[in-house]
């Protein structure tokens, strides 16, 4: 992080982080959706050890980004800055930002075999305001 960045604070309270994290797709801001990810990342988000709490929250920015060209390449050097771009956090960032829609795609047609399937769903609707994800999750319980 920078020395302006660190004298500055942090762009974005805690509130602010868990909004984005809850209900992104109520006020979709790409760059406040930049500024919860960075301060995730810097608090430790993507440590291997967190990996399990943290998938959903990898899946709901990974989503973000993807459908945000312009956050990207910001998204990508938070994760470099703290050297997490091969963690599983931020692998899930980067795989599921780089497939775009395509992630989407497959997380709607794939066999729901676990309780994270259905948090991923919840995850996609967060991240996009959708309701296909809801209509899958119904179709699952039946």
Do not use: K
């Amino acid at each position: 992080m920078n020395l302006f960045r660190r004298l500055r604070g942090p762009v974005i309270d805690e509130a602010g982080v868990l909004a984005v994290t809850y209900a992104y797709y109520l006020d979709p801001q790409p760059q406040r959706a930049l500024a919860a990810f960075e301060r995730l990342v810097e608090v430790g988000a993507a440590e291997p050890a967190r990996a399990e709490v943290m998938a959903t929250a990898a899946w709901v920015f990974g989503r973000i980004a993807g459908q945000n060209p312009g956050i990207q390449g910001a998204v990508r050097r938070a994760l470099e800055r703290r050297r997490a771009t091969t963690s599983p956090f931020g692998m899930m960032v980067l795989e599921t930002m780089e497939a775009g829609d395509e992630a989407a795609q497959q997380l709607l047609t794939r066999p729901l075999t676990s309780a994270t399937d259905i948090a991923f769903l919840e995850a996609e609707v967060v991240a996009t305001g959708s309701i296909e994800p809801f209509v899958r999750m119904i179709d699952a319980l039946e």
